[in-house]
């Protein structure tokens, strides 16, 4: 089956994890390793300054200032209380990546297009993360938000892991894993992360696959062979 020819995510996120993303994942395994062996009691936080230093590397400071600021919007919001108040705050900062003056702003900080998409992306995962976090805040009881702390926020959106694609995982799992403390042991660790890499490797290639092979791109761009097929072929 031929590769759909309007794909172009397949070989942009080739090209990005080659040349730098597996590398920073690589980086952030070594930290998480060596901070659980050394200071495990601040592992939240040397995972944090890792995700933001990768931030600034590939986004540059102005890239990374836009999730910053993002970031401590939402928590702003939050304060308030109210999810409908956090869920107009992120449809609100989702929509100024479509304001074109400021696409024309963002496009001029960087050297290529692929730069350019890459912030886009990023910027639209984070908002789901502050997203996330917002709600969870609004839910809780008073005595709950101690553990929803700004600091505490910054560590889940500048996760590495999870920075450009995501999958979503909830505050509250989030930090109930950072704060489990665990004996170390190679072997346990040498499985986990074992099998972390297969999971991973295994939903990443069947979301592009599917993306690759099944031609979705090539449909959002031409409506007629949606118009010309049967109700019983798109049910």
């Given at each position: 089956m031929p590769q759909d020819p309007m794909d172009f995510e397949w070989s942009y996120w080739i090209e990005w994890g080659r040349e730098r993303i597996l590398w920073l994942l690589a980086g952030h395994l070594l930290v998480s390793q060596m901070s659980r062996l050394l200071v495990e009691k601040y592992k939240p936080w040397c995972l944090m300054l890792y995700g933001m230093a990768a931030c600034w590397l590939l986004l540059g400071i102005k890239g990374f200032a836009v999730i910053l600021l993002h970031a401590a919007i939402s928590f702003a919001v939050a304060q308030f209380q109210l999810s409908l108040l956090t869920w107009l705050?992120?449809?609100?900062?989702?929509?100024?990546?479509?304001?074109?003056?400021?696409?024309?702003?963002?496009?001029?900080?960087?050297?290529?297009?692929?730069?350019?998409?890459?912030?886009?992306?990023?910027?639209s995962v984070r908002c789901l993360f502050c997203t996330s976090f917002s709600l969870e805040y609004c839910w809780h009881a008073p005595a709950q938000k101690s553990s929803h702390s700004f600091p505490w926020m910054l560590a889940y959106v500048f996760y590495y892991p999870t920075f450009h694609n995501g999958p979503l995982v909830n505050f509250d799992e989030f930090s109930k894993q950072m704060r489990r403390q665990e004996a170390f042991s190679v072997k346990t660790n040498l499985s986990i992360l074992i099998v972390g890499i297969i999971r991973i490797f295994f939903w990443w290639c069947l979301a592009e696959l599917m993306i690759h092979l099944m031609y979705i791109h090539a449909l959002y761009s031409s409506a007629l062979p949606l118009e010309s097929a049967s109700y019983w072929a798109l049910g």
């Open positions: 705050c992120s449809l609100i900062l989702l929509s100024t990546l479509r304001i074109p003056a400021v696409e024309e702003t963002k496009r001029k900080w960087y050297d290529t297009e692929n730069e350019y998409y890459l912030l886009l992306f990023t910027v």
